[in-house]
T-cell receptor, first 117, second 112 residues
Framework: EAGVAQSPRYKIIEKRQSVAFWCNPI?????LYWYQQILGQGPKLLIQ????????DSQLPKDRFSAERLKGVDSTLKIQPAKLEDSAVYLC???????????????FGSGTRLTVV | DQQVKQNSPSLSVQEGRISILNCDYT??????FLWYKKYPAEGPTFLIS?????DKNEDGRFTVFLNKSAKHLSLHIVPSQPGDSAVYFC???????????FGAGTTVTVRA
């Protein structure tokens, strides 16, 4: 099966500019996640979608970050305006969820490395 | 508030020997624990998981042990191979939302 597709792979922007990332999850995966991974840290959840609805965006800095999931499939994450501390890898993941004692885990994309200068 | 902690940022092991990676968590209500492996410039890939109702799960060279009373889990890799050199992340989630909380990762280097 095809994996989770993300683009672009790399992006360099100046602070206060805007940037958008795109994600296409695995077909049939209802749940989609965006994670931010700062160098030397583990991934941190930004937002979780179930189909095209937001389940949890409590960790999303809503003054500058926004995300949507179109028709319950593709998703975009936008930052406007960017700050230096937004430099990180942005990971998209999708999941089938789980059943009882078994959790299928996530499938991650390769990520977008954002550098804000 | 970091609920999952990996206190060893790096581990170096000789090829053929055992690698032991440790992970501690603070929330006793976690239902699932997972290990992910990450190579440079790639996304994390799922390695092995364990439910909170079990204390051990094996998959080939990889075994995860869960000690709920100590809120501790470990990943054993036996024998270690050069291709195992990567960053390993421990993660935990609840049964009702499957959102993963990750540790900071441990970089494993397998020496020939």
């Amino acid at each position: 099966e095809a994996g989770v597709a993300q683009s672009p792979r790399y992006k360099i922007i100046e602070k206060r500019q805007s940037v958008a990332f795109w994600c296409n999850p695995i077909s049939g995966h209802a749940t989609l996640y965006w994670y931010q991974q700062i160098l030397g840290q583990g991934p941190k959840l930004l937002i979780q979608f179930q189909n095209n609805g937001v389940v949890d965006d409590s960790q999303l800095p809503k003054d500058r970050f926004s995300a949507e999931r179109l028709k319950g499939v593709d998703s975009t994450l936008k930052i406007q305006p960017a700050k230096l501390e937004d430099s990180a890898v942005y990971l998209c993941a999708s999941s089938l969820g789980g059943t009882g004692e078994f959790f299928y885990g996530y499938t991650f994309g390769s990520g977008t490395r954002l550098t804000v200068v | 508030d970091q609920q999952v902690k990996q206190n060893s940022p790096s581990l170096s092991v000789q090829e053929g020997r055992i690698s032991i990676l440790n992970c501690d968590y603070t929330n006793s209500m976690f239902d699932y624990f997972l290990w992910y492996k990450k190579y440079p410039a790639e996304g994390p890939t799922f390695l092995i998981s364990i439910s909170s109702i079990k204390d051990k799960n094996e998959d080939g060279r990889f075994t995860v042990f869960l000690n709920k009373s100590a809120k501790h889990l470990s990943l054993h890799i036996v024998p270690s191979q050069p291709g195992d050199s990567a960053v390993y992340f421990c993660a935990a989630s609840f049964i009702n939302d499957y959102k993963l909380s990750f540790g900071a990762g441990t970089t494993v280097t397998v020496r020939a």
